[in-house]
T-cell receptor, first 116, second 112 residues
């Protein structure tokens, strides 16, 4: 149980275009999902908290107009990188919150974005 | 700002040896989770500890939550090449949102 998928697993796009990444909780409902960015050989950096049916909460320094988040259902959150630039190239990972005695985050496999 | 420092940052040992990874903070957490991440993949949850002093075992891995809920350790017995990866601890908040505070990470390499 507690499986999270991401699509696509990797994507290459040209500078100036937009890219959408999907995050799905496959076997549980998640009112809260998270989007992270990870640079090579580093830990995870939280970008934003995605809440079903409401606006996402962005971390300080993350441009909300550039990284659009939509959590339209209890099993799907999307991250759209708008007007992508080479510096947006990174590994993007989502997680879904499974509520219980101790809330636990289950992660997707990640999406490698390369902007040329 | 809550910070979780992991030590060591890098560790390379021979197969069969034992090792311990530490996760320390000055902040108190409601729970502590350990993840292992392999290159190009998302982190995989290994364990969650919620009670101060709690010890959990997962085959050759032993996890402990500090009595004061500020620190944790991961001990691996008889390490195997399959244990290679990035180990991340993450603390759950006591109040407010559900955001995890991630540790700085320990990159472990087991040499066959």
């Amino acid at each position: 149980g507690a499986v999270v998928s991401q699509h696509p697993s990797w994507v290459i796009c040209k500078s100036g275009t937009s890219v959408k990444i999907e995050c799905r909780s496959l076997d549980f409902q998640a009112t809260t999902m998270f989007w992270y960015r990870q640079f090579p050989k580093q830990s995870l950096m939280l970008m934003a908290t995605s809440n079903e049916g409401s606006k996402a909460t962005y971390e300080q320094g993350v441009e909300k107009d550039k990284f659009l988040i939509n959590h339209a259902s209890l099993t799907l959150s999307t991250l759209t990188v708008t007007s992508a630039h080479p510096e947006d190239s990174s590994f993007y990972i989502c997680s879904a919150l499974l509520r219980g005695g101790a809330d636990e985050q289950y992660f997707g496999p990640g999406t490698r974005l390369t902007v040329t | 700002t809550q910070l979780l420092e992991q030590s060591p940052q890098f560790l390379s040992i021979q197969e069969g040896e034992n090792l311990t990874v530490y996760c320390n903070s000055s902040s108190v957490f409601s729970s502590l989770q350990w993840y292992r991440q392999e290159p190009g993949e998302g982190p995989v949850l290994l364990v969650t500890v919620v009670t101060g002093g709690e010890v959990k075992k997962l085959k050759r891995l032993t996890f402990q939550f500090g009595d004061a809920r500020k620190d944790s350790s991961l001990h691996i017995t008889a390490a195997q090449p399959g244990d290679t990866g990035l180990y991340l601890c993450a603390g759950g908040p006591y109040f407010g949102n559900e955001k995890l505070t991630f540790g700085t990470g320990t990159r472990l390499t087991i040499i066959p």
